[in-house]
């Protein structure tokens, strides 16, 4: 039995070894296998350059955008920015593979980051409201990749606020009020208008410079005493500060300064200076986030718009028609009453006012020219007593008198001669211009415009951070002017009878 026993473990551990070699064998394959295809020459970009390409994209996008883009495209920029850095921290060991072999779901995200970034440079190069609204749809998309990767244990930042650092407030500046507008003079061709409404146009002086209301700077002693709060930075994301390590650092140029640590928030309070101000445009503000991850420490960018010193200037121009009275004095034809020796008679007759005029029923009088009578062919005035009055119209507007001639004794005979005099009035309509001059809008005071009467046509100019520009029209049966710009405030008071215009920094869109 024993010698049968031998030769059946023999060959079982054959198998065995047999099996060994074999699943070494595939392992040996499938690791050739790798090597040589990861070795293999890329056709498309590596993951590397696929990032470089698209934070020189982002990079010249924020370079390119004016104020108009920096404030409506602001959201956009914001997860683009996001998006590219959660990738790249999430390709650091695949900088080197090929694009095209990373799995479906990451190259999905890098195709949403593409669309967006397609889509701002449409809404830069073609700034409609159409192409807007086609970035910030985009930007949902790209929103949704983030919130995908949002599951690993990778640092991520989801959202941050606020979007604007607001004005300072510290600026020193006194805004001077204009003085009374003055007619505007004549162009060279001939006088303007009337009816004309006109802003000047930008680069040009301005034809009334007496009526422009700028900010200037106070010396010294009379600098606002108003120190700027500082502002409230707030982060939103999984994994930003891990258990045990330093907290992560904020830095915004030449400050820095370490986070308040809440669940899944950071927290910074960051002095207002810290963040460059030009005092007339926006601007982007680039913050950079560190948060160590074991050994190494991960950035990422958070973009803000900055608000300047001044926020612009308007004009409002307003055309007003109104009505004179316009008079005149009419003289009416003498009329002769003749009455024979002992009767009495009366001579009616009715007047109707030229085209276009009216009666002024409070300036109008009757006359007695002369009154004449006779006795016996004796010339004697006392025997008449004849009069001139106002008697009832015979259609409405008419003037009518009487002219009446009447003895005193039964011989005698009489002869009245008489007339009217009467005011004649007409509306006359007239048209004139008023014009507010460019003003400048003031982050803490409000500017008033008065409302003149009798106003028909209106017209607001306005420029925003030195390159937004609008134009509004109405007529007074449109009311309020609807003014859609961001950070700007329009109202009316006195009953209407002031336009107030207030650029308010918390009026974002």
Known sequence: MAAASRPTDDARRVRRVLAA???????????IFAVLREEAPANGPTVGEKIAVLQAERASLQAR?????????????????????ALALRSE??????????????????GELDALNGALKDAIDRPTEGARLAALKAADGAAAQL?????????LVLSYAPRFVPPRRATGELTLAPKAPSAAPGTASGPEPQGAL?????????????VQAVPRYAPEFAAAGDDDPPLQIEIVGPHLAPAGGPPPV???GAWRGQATVAPERLRFSVPRAAFATDARRTGFAAAALSVRRGSRTVLFQLLFTVLPDRPGSFAFDQRMRTTTLESNTLVSPEILSRAPAGETRTVRRC????????????????????RLGWQDDVSDPTLNAGSVEFVPAEEPGQVCIAVIARPVMRGARTATIGRFEATLVRDRP?????????????????????????????????????????EFAGDADAGLPRVSMPFLRIGLDDGGGVLVLRADPTAEP
């Not at 070699?21 to 690791?31: D, E, K, M, N, S």
């Not at 955008?65 to 850095?85: C, K, V, W």
């Not at 982050?443 to 937004?468: N, S, T």
């Open 198 to 210: 006109r802003l000047d146009t930008p680069g040009r002086p301005a034809a009334n410079q007496a």
């Open 21 to 31: 070699v074999a699943v070494a064998g595939l392992v040996a394959a499938a690791a």
């Open 65 to 85: 955008a004016d104020s108009e883009a920096r404030i409506g495209l602001l959201p956009a920029f914001r997860t683009a920015g996001l998006l590219l850095d």
């Open 430 to 470: 007239s048209e004139s211009v008023a014009k507010s001059g460019v003003r400048a809008l003031d982050w803490r005071e409000a500017v008033r415009v008065p409302i003149e009467p009798g106003l028909v046509e209106w017209k607001l100019y306005m420029r925003m951070f030195d390159d937004i520009d609008r």
């Open 93 to 110: 060991s695949d900088g080197h593979r090929a694009f095209d072999v990373l799995p479906d779901f990451r190259r999905h995200a890098f």
């Open 351 to 370: 007047f109707d006012p030229p085209v276009g005029w009216r009666f002024d029923k409070e300036r109008q009088r009757v006359v007695i020219v002369e």
């Open 250 to 252: 904020l830095s915004i």
């Open 147 to 155: 919130d995908r990767l949002a599951a690993d244990d990778a640092p």
